[in-house]
């Protein structure tokens, strides 16, 4: 059950849940506040929660407000490009035939394009690539941790996604991973793969999963602060 309030004039998502304590929590990239809460506490309850931990939310929201954030991607020569959390730089080639991408050593992203191509043409090319080397990444990952935590998926896939870096259904037992990830260093790709995943045991973001998370991968809290630390996409993120 979802529900939203105001309280200070900061929005916040109330999800009720069969948990046994409150979780409040901010979220990049705009500071978006959500409490998970047990079923049994009251609206008054949380936003007395909520009062009590204004200056931390303010705090946080500060921080992402300060966060860089990338322009908007011209997909011209020289163009900053990352990928797996390496800067890369633009380099176009024109030529005819199909399109390709390749990396040439630590500094040099090549494009290869027909002549004529737009911004268009060059970011799809760009996103294929990234979406193919993302799934050569994700399945050992995948197979890795579906033996380890004892969980099966019975799919997963990559998509561009707005929001979440990765979600779970669990009852489709499917999971997503964020297109976006591709530019991430890998740590922050199996924080991702282990989470999701993880939802397949337990549903929420509840005591026991922190447990789970803190038994499987001890130092998730780095790799998510890594992950939420680089510059943001010049997207207008709306959640």
Same mark, same amino acid.
């Given at each position: 059950m979802v529900k939203r309030m105001t309280v200070s004039g900061i929005a916040v998502e109330v999800v009720r849940k069969d948990i046994k304590n409150l979780h409040l929590g901010v979220y990049p990239p705009v500071g978006r506040v959500r409490v998970a809460t047990p079923l049994v506490v009251s609206d008054e309850a949380v936003r007395l929660a909520v009062i009590d931990k204004l200056g931390w939310i303010k705090r946080q929201r500060a921080q992402f407000a300060k966060q860089p954030r990338q322009s908007e991607r011209e997909m011209v020569n020289g163009e900053s490009h990352y990928f797996l959390g390496q800067r890369y730089r633009l380099r176009?080639?024109?030529v005819n035939g199909s399109g390709r991408v390749a990396l040439r050593g630590i500094a040099s992203l090549d494009l290869f394009v027909r002549p004529g191509s737009g911004r268009e043409q060059r970011e799809e090319l760009l996103h294929r690539w990234y979406r193919e080397q993302l799934k050569v990444l994700i399945k050992p990952l995948v197979d890795q941790w579906q033996s380890a935590l004892g969980v099966e998926a019975a799919a997963w896939g990559v998509k561009k996604m707005k929001t979440k870096w990765g979600s779970c259904s669990v009852d489709a037992r499917r999971i997503w991973v964020n297109l976006e990830l591709a530019k991430k260093p890998t740590a922050c790709l199996e924080y991702i793969v282990v989470h999701e995943l993880l939802h397949l045991l337990e549903r929420s973001h509840s005591d026991r999963f922190?447990?789970?998370?803190?038994e499987h991968l001890p130092d998730w /809290?780095? /790799?998510r602060a890594a992950l939420n630390a680089g510059a943001l996409g010049y997207e207008s993120w709306d959640y």
């Open positions: 176009l080639h024109e922190v447990a789970l998370m803190d /809290r780095s /790799r």
